[in-house]
C-alpha cells in the first residue's frame, strides 16, 4: 500500500500564476480531505469528498481556491491566483468513513512557497 | 463557538519522563475526539480515536482519556522517548448534518536525552 500520495512536493511560484496540487487516495477509501496548514492557523480542513461528491467545502478561503475529484482516485486542489499569504503545507488525506473510523490516513504534504 | 484549546504550546521533557498533554473543547454536537501525532515535515498520523461513550483508550505509550461532561481531553505519554518529538494535535468530530472537525492548534513536544 502505497498510501496517499501528493505531488508536487514542494512548489515554488510568483504570485497571480496558477497552482495546481494533486492527489492520490488510498484505493479503496471513500472520503477525501484536503487541510492546510501554517504555524499561525495551524491545521485547517479546507473541503472533503465523499463518493468524489464535494460535501463541506466551507473551509475554503475564497474564490481563488477550487477543489476537483473526477475519479475515485485521483483529486486535485486549484488556486488561482495565487497569492503570498497562500504559502502552506498542504495536506490530502483519505478514510473509509468519517466519523468513528480510525483509518485517516494523510500524505506527505505540498509545501507551497508564493513569492 | 465551535473551539478546541490545547495546553501547553510546547512543552520539553528528558527521556523516559511521562508527560501529559491537555484538550479542552467547546464543541456540539459532539462526535468523537481524536489525538494525532505529526513529526516535522509529515502528514499527521492518527494515535487514538474516542466516541462520547468512552472514557480511555491506549495506543502502545500513548494513553488519551476523555471525559464529556468537563469536554477534556488528556493524552498522556509514558517512558518518553527522542521519538515522541513531534506535534501532537487534538482533533474533535462535530455532527449536525455534515461533518465538522475542528482542529487544534497542537502542542509541540521536544524529548531531550
Known amino acids: 500500500d502505497a498510501g496517499v500520495i501528493q505531488s508536487p512536493r514542494h512548489e515554488v511560484t510568483e504570485m497571480g500564476q496558477e497552482v495546481t496540487l494533486r492527489c492520490k487516495p488510498i484505493s479503496g477509501h471513500d472520503y477525501l480531505f484536503w487541510y492546510r496548514q501554517t504555524m499561525m492557523r495551524g491545521l485547517e480542513l479546507l473541503i472533503y469528498f465523499n463518493n468524489n461528491v464535494p460535501i463541506d467545502d466551507s473551509g475554503m478561503p475564497e474564490d481563488r481556491f ?4 473526477p475519479n475515485a482516485s485521483f483529486s ?3 488556486i488561482q491566483p495565487s497569492e503570498p499569504r497562500d ?10 468513513a468519517t466519523g468513528t473510523s480510525p483509518t485517516a490516513a494523510f ?4 509545501r507551497l512557497t508564493v513569492l | 463557538k465551535n473551539q ?23 464543541v456540539s454536537p459532539f462526535s468523537n475526539l481524536r489525538w494525532y ?5 509529515r502528514g499527521p498520523v492518527s494515535l487514538t480515536i474516542m466516541t462520547f461513550s468512552e472514557n480511555t483508550k491506549s495506543n502502545g505509550r500513548y494513553t488519551a482519556t476523555l471525559d464529556a461532561d468537563t469536554k477534556q481531553s488528556s493524552l498522556h505519554i509514558t517512558a518518553s522517548q527522542l521519538s515522541d ?4 494535535i487534538c482533533v474533535v468530530t462535530s455532527t449536525s448534518g455534515t461533518y465538522k472537525y475542528i482542529f487544534g492548534t497542537g502542542t509541540r513536544l521536544k524529548v531531550l536525552a
Open chain 1, 87 to 96: 504559502s502552506a503545507v498542504y495536506f490530502c488525506a483519505s478514510s473509509l
Open chain 1, 107 to 110: 500524505g506527505p504534504g505540498t
Open chain 2, 37 to 41: 501525532k505529526q513529526d516535522t515535515g
Open chain 2, 4 to 26: 478546541v484549546e490545547q495546553s501547553p504550546q510546547s512543552l520539553i521533557i528528558l527521556e523516559g519522563k511521562n508527560c501529559t498533554l491537555q484538550c479542552n473543547y467547546t
Open chain 1, 76 to 78: 486535485t486542489l486549484k
Open chain 1, 66 to 69: 477550487s477543489a476537483k475529484m
Open chain 2, 85 to 88: 518529538s513531534a506535534s501532537y
